[in-house]
């Protein structure tokens, strides 16, 4: 078993910045990739970044290329999203996944809003 908890949430101006990040607990050693996805009010939930066991980023959304980075910590068991030049398109529920031992976890989310 698997926990994923994120933090660092909250309510920034546009062009400011916000680091989320999500500490794992229970079996760590099984944790494999993870990730960063968002859900907008009404829409689907996105990738936004995902990053592999041994810590190589993977993957962007176009959308955040070039503004979020993802890194991980696996001594900390910790994955985090920094998050730079915010706008208001970014404004969405943030969840961390991870995978491991096949199955699929996720946190409950932290919400980032970006004000114009």
């Known amino acids: 078993q698997v926990e994923v908890a994120e933090s660092g949430g909250g309510s920034v101006q546009a062009g400011e910045s916000l680091r989320l990040s999500c500490l794992v607990s229970?079996?760590?050693?099984?944790?494999?990739?993870m990730a960063w996805y968002r859900r907008e009010s009404g829409k689907e939930r996105e990738l936004v970044a995902r990053i592999t066991r041994g810590g190589v980023p993977r993957e962007y959304a176009d959308s955040v290329k070039g503004r979020f980075k993802i890194s991980r910590d696996n001594d900390k068991n910790r994955v985090d999203l920094q998050m730079d030049n915010l706008r208001p398109e970014d404004s969405a529920v943030y969840y961390c996944?991870?995978?491991?031992?096949?199955?699929?976890?996720w946190g409950k989310g932290a919400l980032v809003t970006v004000a114009s």
């Open positions: 229970g079996k760590t050693w099984t944790v494999g990739g």
């Open positions: 996944y991870a995978s491991a031992s096949g199955l699929d976890y």
